[in-house]
T-cell receptor, first 110, second 114 residues
């Protein structure tokens, strides 16, 4: 069935470090892929998305490229800030349902 | 434009009680859904709706009921609360059921069943 496997956390980085959070998926057909961010006590917010192979989604310095050959959608940021501390969810939408990963907690220390 | 509004934000129930979690969206979205979020398990789909009058079950529907009489509202009913239903509940909507449309989430309802 359709599913998302996400890098387990928690991840702790120093400010200005490079971030990678791995995400791989299993799906039939041509799903869309998403990254969501959740700050403490809040709902999930869309960070970026890609709807077809080789698309690159980007927002607020974060990027992810839809790689169909490796079934991956890894999230990257070149220089993290303290304000990026949050939980990040990778998600898949092959049809009308969404499938979410288990989330990766990121803490950025000054 | 309020987006997706959930009420209440917090709730404590006794085992066996029933209650309704409210969800409303003002974006004229066709698709609405309910998830529960538990530590280490991500978000799991409870029920969803692709339009008014149409609902379907997700991954974990047992113990929950939904209806969709209007485009705007999608309430989730707990029929007889159990401690296993202690969780954070999120309502989400998207413009359509098409795969390329993203979900918009409410702020969540933290439910404790004692």
């Amino acid at each position: 069935g359709d599913s998302v496997t996400q890098m387990e956390g928690p991840v702790t980085l120093s400010e200005e470090a490079f971030l990678t959070i791995n995400c791989t998926y299993t799906a039939t057909g041509y799903p869309s892929l998403f990254w969501y961010v959740q700050y403490p006590g809040e709902g999930l917010q869309l960070l970026l998305k890609a709807t077809k192979a080789d698309d690159k989604g980007s927002n607020k310095g974060f990027e992810a490229t839809y790689r169909k050959e490796t079934t991956s959608f890894h999230l990257e940021k070149g220089s993290v800030q303290v304000s990026d501390s949050a939980v990040y969810f990778c998600a898949l939408r092959p049809g009308n349902q969404f499938y979410f990963g288990t989330g990766t907690s990121l803490t950025v220390i000054p | 434009n309020a987006g997706v509004t959930q009420t209440p934000k917090f709730q404590v129930l006794k085992t066996g009680q029933s209650m309704t979690l409210q969800c409303a969206q003002d974006m004229n979205h066709e698709y609405m859904s309910w998830y529960r979020q538990d530590p280490g398990m991500g978000l799991r789909l409870i029920h969803y709706s692709v339009g008014a009058g149409i609902t379907d079950q997700g991954e974990v529907p047992n113990g929950y009921n939904v209806s969709r009489s209007t485009t705007e509202d999608f309430p989730l009913r707990l029929l007889s609360a159990a401690p296993s239903q202690t969780s954070v509940y999120f309502c989400a909507s998207s413009y359509s059921a098409e795969r390329y449309t993203e979900a918009f989430f409410g702020q969540g309802t933290r439910l404790t069943v004692v």
